[in-house]
């Protein structure tokens, strides 16, 4: 889907929690990365709440949409969660 459809189409919500996890992994620049970008971002309820100006159901909603979606992946870290933008797969392989 694209950034357009993705404004057009899903809830405020949603879009916050999706761009808030796409700045804090590629849109930002860490030389120590392989692509000079973070692949991954720990982030907390607390940090989307004070980024995205949300209440806390707010970004349980966003959360919820995004992972069920199928825009962003989540995995467990050190006791709290870290979240990535997921891409779609390649179909470099099939002709």
Known sequence: MSSKALLA?????????VYEVFER????EDKSEARGRREWALLSIKYFQMSCGMTLSQVQRGLKGALNRG???????????EY????????????
């Not at 189409?9 to 929690?17: M, Y």
């Not at 825009?71 to 969660?81: E, K, P, Q, T, W």
């Open 9 to 17: 189409l899903e809830p405020l919500a949603v879009v916050q929690v």
């Open 84 to 95: 990535s933008i997921r891409w779609r797969e390649s179909d470099q392989g099939s002709a």
């Open 71 to 81: 825009y962003i992946v989540r995995r467990s870290r050190l006791g709290a969660y």
């Open 25 to 28: 992994t590629i849109g930002w």
